[in-house]
């Protein structure tokens, strides 16, 4: 069956189903007329009438039997009123028999009305012969005629009027499935091209409420679209949502709007910078009817830009570094010799010089770390493994943490895991973090090393304490140089230990929830094939840091 022929037939059922209505209707206004007018007649049309709606309403519901359905109804139609007729020779029921030939004509096709047509003239010139005396005394026989007459007549017009209408309604509906396929058409491709730009876009009103949003909005963000439709823009903080808004109305007002960077927060609390531009959606009449907002990923640019401010800080460190250095270590050298010499000479009687010794290889250690921010310096890297290197450094500042009733623990698991490092670097970041959380935790805690594999070639050292935690706006800047909250703090000991781990080819990330605590994060790469490594015991290096406690980063907590 064609497309063209079940639409038809659709077209045919859907009048199928008012014809019905109208029938019940007829048979409804009937009974209530005649309940007033002639009550005994409901005996004798009441049962027969609904019957035949049944009957109709029935066959309306079977798409099958559309056509056939089409035809009855119309019997139907005619059999109610054949009734009526029947019952009562009236004039004015003699009347309703045309009125079946117009209602046949909501079908708007030439053979309903022409079935119609047949059983109206039937019909009018059975009954008009059969009580001519009751419908229209002093008439003759030969007035039938115009009596069928009539009936073709009205049949002609009904005939051209259905072909008319019909016609117009199958422009109507063939304009209606262009422009239909013309806007599914459109919308299927600005739906696609909407959804296929990476920049998260979001369509709301000026208030903020959202209409749509793309799959960038959802891949950046992390929120569906039906998770978000109807409601406010869930990535914005309060105080960001008040000043887009100002924002928007500005922009519904018609005026020109800089494009908005702010840092907002995705549905798994990650931090975006991102670079929001707004557009007005307008009406030919230029009517704002939505504004789209483009939300555009700028961390890496941003982390691109801290990148290189902080490379440029970083030269200048290693420039004062390399001066001081340069300027104040050949004296030290001299001083320290000669004081050798002294107490050489003198050991019985210099009971201060052991000391100054000791302030002066502190002070050349000072000195070192500045320059292993000017040059990454010659380094012996040997085969360790990782878990003896952590328990000496445990071990060594277990005491410290017991004066504190800090509890330092650890979970192994990889125990001969090797990897090829400076030990002392190694340790020496080990000690400034370690240092760290335990100054963080004035009145007690716990702190817990747990080191697993993270890949096939990497470790993982995983350091978290239960401190005070680190606040947002210090976390965002640690790292930089000599930024810290200490009193006597250099700002230099967190970016030396993420310095010796750029250098061992390794990472190291510090995440923090204030309140709650710390985490840092160390990543390094291991060594695949264990034979023949040295092995590295407690018995091996002790890597004293003097100025560990100078040298830490900021803590929440730690001044």
Not at 230 to 258: C, D, H
Not at 304 to 329: D, M, N, P, Y
């Amino acid at each position: 069956m064609g497309i063209d022929k079940q639409k038809h037939l659709d077209l045919i059922f859907k009048r199928n189903q008012l014809m019905a209505k109208l029938l019940m209707i007829f048979y409804t206004s009937s009974l209530v007329i005649n309940t007033f007018i002639d009550p005994a007649i409901l005996i004798f049309v009441a049962p027969i009438g609904l019957v035949i709606c049944i009957l109709v309403y029935f066959l309306s519901k079977q798409k099958q039997l559309t056509i056939l359905t089409m035809y009855l109804s119309i019997l139907f139609v005619f059999s109610f009123f054949i009734l009526l007729i029947t019952y009562e020779p009236l004039l004015i029921n003699f009347i309703y028999i045309w009125l079946g030939l117009i209602i046949s004509s909501i079908y708007h096709m030439v053979r309903p009305i022409l079935f119609a047509s047949f059983l109206t003239t039937v019909a009018t010139i059975y009954f008009f012969l059969q009580y001519q005396n009751e419908l229209f005394p002093g008439s003759d026989k030969v007035d039938v005629i115009y009596v069928a007459l009539f009936g073709i007549l009205v049949t002609i017009f009904l005939v051209f009027s259905s072909r008319f209408t019909e016609d117009l309604l199958q422009k109507a509906q063939l304009k209606t499935e262009k422009t239909s396929k013309a806007l599914i058409e459109a919308k299927g491709y600005l739906n696609t091209l909407f959804n296929q730009l990476k920049d998260p876009i979001v369509i709301h009103d000026e208030r903020g409420k959202i209409y749509q949003v793309n799959n960038g909005f959802t891949e950046t963000f992390g929120w569906k679209n039906n998770d978000v439709v109807g409601q406010t823009m869930p990535q914005l903080n309060e105080v960001q949502f008040k000043y887009l808004q100002e924002q928007w109305e500005s922009i519904s007002r018609g005026e020109a709007v800089r494009e908005i960077e702010l840092k907002i927060t995705t549905s798994d609390e990650k931090r975006l910078d991102v670079a929001i531009s707004v557009s007005a959606i307008r009406t030919e009449d230029g009517r704002v009817v939505a504004l789209a907002s483009i939300f555009r990923d700028i961390t890496e640019q941003k982390q691109t830009e801290e990148f290189i401010r902080r490379s440029e800080k970083l030269s200048v460190v290693g420039q004062l570094a390399a001066g001081v250095a340069h300027e104040i270590r050949n004296p030290i050298t001299v001083i320290s010799g000669f004081l050798q010499l002294m107490q050489q000479r003198e050991q019985n009687t210099n009971s201060h010089v052991p000391v100054m010794l000791s302030e002066l290889a502190r002070i050349n250690k000072i000195i070192s770390e500045f320059l292993l921010l000017a040059k990454p310096g010659v380094q012996k890297f040997e085969k360790i493994k990782i878990c003896y290197l952590i328990r000496e450094v445990v071990t060594l500042l277990d005491t410290s943490a017991i004066m504190k009733s800090i509890s330092i623990t650890t979970q192994y698991s990889l125990n001969e895991t090797t990897v090829e490092c400076d030990p002392d670097q190694i340790k020496q970041v080990l000690i400034n973090l370690l240092k760290n959380s335990i100054e963080a935790m004035d009145h007690g805690g716990q702190i817990h090393i747990h080191v697993y594999e993270k890949s096939d070639n990497m470790i993982h050292i995983e350091i978290t304490d239960s401190g005070s935690g680190i606040p947002q706006e210090v976390l965002e800047r640690i790292g930089e140089p000599f930024f810290t909250t200490k009193p006597k703090g250099t700002g230099l000991g967190l970016m030396i230990c993420d310095r010796i781990i750029e250098h061992h080819q390794g990472k190291m990330d510090i995440s923090s929830i204030q309140g709650k605590g710390t985490t840092v994060n160390i990543y390094l790469n291991k060594v695949i094939s264990e034979e023949g490594n040295n092995e590295y015991t407690s018995s091996g290096y002790y890597h004293q840091s003097g100025t560990a406690t100078e040298r830490n980063e900021i803590r929440s907590g730690s001044g």
